[in-house]
């Protein structure tokens, strides 16, 4: 749940990039981190662990407004692929605002996609989350490889509740602040709503 900061008059929100291992995740924060206003970021905070690494920053988007004379502040955070490391993934998931699964497009990816989703859905529900309830998009990436599942079987499979869905080439930005916008918009209207 968002943080409110009187002092200095912003509302923090915190979006998790969750996906299975090598799917793109850690790719998509670089890309925007390393797009995004100097002045507008904090610092990026990389947890690197044996095989994986969980990145973090937040940023400022100026050009979203504020609500009630707050601004906003996003705190973007990946979380490690492997399930090996699912109390990590428990853990940044902990006051969760908004969620994009990052779907690898790869046809031989397809299960890890399916256990990664299942994981998230599991993951939020000992958390008292509902992933049905909460300001989500879905990202296909990697749809630039000539092994990519076709975008119906993707949906099909992975958007079944037909959420906001996105394909990328994150190593190209293609798509990637497309679905930052799209997650950043849902996490603001439910707080409107919430106001």
Known sequence: MSFINYSSREINCKIVY???????????LQYIYNKTNPEAKGKMISLATETERTLFFDFLPLSLG?????RTRFHLYT??????????RKLILKGVDGVVFVGDSQVERMEANIESLDNLRTNLAEQGYDLDK???CVQFNKRDLPNSAPLE??????NPTK??????VATKGVGVFDTLKAVAKLVLTELKRGS
């Open 18 to 28: 969750y996906g299975p291992g090598l799917c793109g995740k850690t790719t998509n």
């Open 66 to 70: 504020e609500i009630r004379g707050f």
């Open 79 to 88: 979380v490690p692929g492997q399930v090996f490391y699912d109390a990590s």
């Open 134 to 136: 909460l300001p989500y």
């Open 153 to 158: 079987e993707l949906t099909e499979v992975l």
């Open 163 to 168: 959420v906001p869905q996105f394909e990328a």
